[in-house]
């Protein structure tokens, strides 16, 4: 995403965010709110091992299901969320300094989300395509909105390329859609293309496995960057 999000936004958030308290158990098959414990699973991860989501407690954990598929490819979005969380971490130290682990859930088997590892550097090149078009001046209208919106959801440059993709966050290959249906993110049809996807969110969970947030995108484009995570893990996870 990485459209600066402004503190108004973020106070929205978390006003939201405190509407929606919902304490007590969680139903089978039901999404999951605000002040509800997540559910515990395990999943592969394509970096190798099994994840288990309670083996984290005690650690603010960011859990991001990406759209994944989009129409006939993959979302632009998603690799460009991971790059720029990836970035963020390696210089300002988000799991470091904030007790942080993020997880990424993609609802496909093993080969489909390696292929979605091996885009990386033609998905980001296309961004920087979609940013610098030849011959700018004589782009037509629609040809110049594209631009001019490629460079404000997509300021930052990341230089990837086949066989050097970084990959710091576990990558889970959720491939019968049990953790992405169980919370009711899996669809078919979303933001205007066919395809099997997950509806992008992002859960927030404090060292019990308690939401404190939830980011349940509108459309592909409305996903807040690491800076605007942050700022909720500050205000909204309690720390000793």
Same mark, same amino acid.
């Given at each position: 995403m #990485?459209?600066?999000?402004? =503190?108004?936004m ?16 969680v ?6 709110? =605000? #002040?509800?414990?997540? !559910? *515990? ?5 394509? &970096? ?12 603010t954990?960011?859990? $991001? ?8 490819? /993959?979302?632009?979005v ?14 300002e130290g ?7 682990? +993020?997880?990424?859930?993609? %609802?496909y ?6 292929e /979605?590892?091996?885009?990386? !550097?033609a998905?980001?090149?296309d961004?920087?395509d /979609?940013?610098? %078009?030849p011959?700018? +001046? ?16 997509? %300021?930052k440059?990341f ?5 050097? =993709?970084?990959?710091?966050? !576990?990558?889970? $290959?959720?491939? *019968?859609? +049990? ?11 979303w933001s ?11 859960? =927030?969970? *404090?060292g019990?496995?308690?939401v ?11 996903r807040p ?8 893990i500050? &205000?909204?996870v309690?720390?000793d």
């Open positions: #990485g459209a600066k999000h402004t =503190v108004s973020l106070t929205l958030g978390l006003i939201a965010g405190s509407l929606l308290l919902r304490p007590g158990p139903a089978a098959q039901q999404p999951v709110s =605000v #002040g509800q414990p997540m !559910p *515990d699973f395990t999943l592969p991860a394509l &970096q190798g091992g099994d994840v288990t989501l309670s083996d984290l407690r005690g650690k954990v960011l859990l $991001i299901f990406p759209r994944g598929k989009s129409g006939g490819g /993959w979302c632009h998603c690799h460009y969320q991971y790059a720029e969380l990836a970035a963020f971490d390696q210089q988000l799991r470091a300094n904030h007790n942080v682990e +993020a997880l990424f859930v993609l %609802p088997g093993r080969e489909l989300v390696k /979605w590892v091996d885009k990386f !550097p998905q980001l090149q961004i920087e /979609w940013k610098n %078009p011959d700018q +001046a004589n782009l037509d209208e629609r040809q110049r909105a594209r631009m001019e919106t490629a460079k404000q959801y997509y %300021p440059q230089n990837y390329t086949a066989g050097n =993709v970084p990959v710091p966050f !576990p990558i889970l $290959i959720d491939a *019968d859609r +049990a953790v992405s249906e169980r919370l009711r993110l899996f669809t078919t049809n205007g293309a066919e395809a099997e996807q997950n509806v992008p969110t992002i859960f =927030v969970m *404090d019990n496995g308690v404190q947030f939830k980011y349940h995108s509108q459309n592909t484009l409305d960057g690491p800076d605007y995570l942050v700022r909720v500050e &205000q909204l309690p720390h």
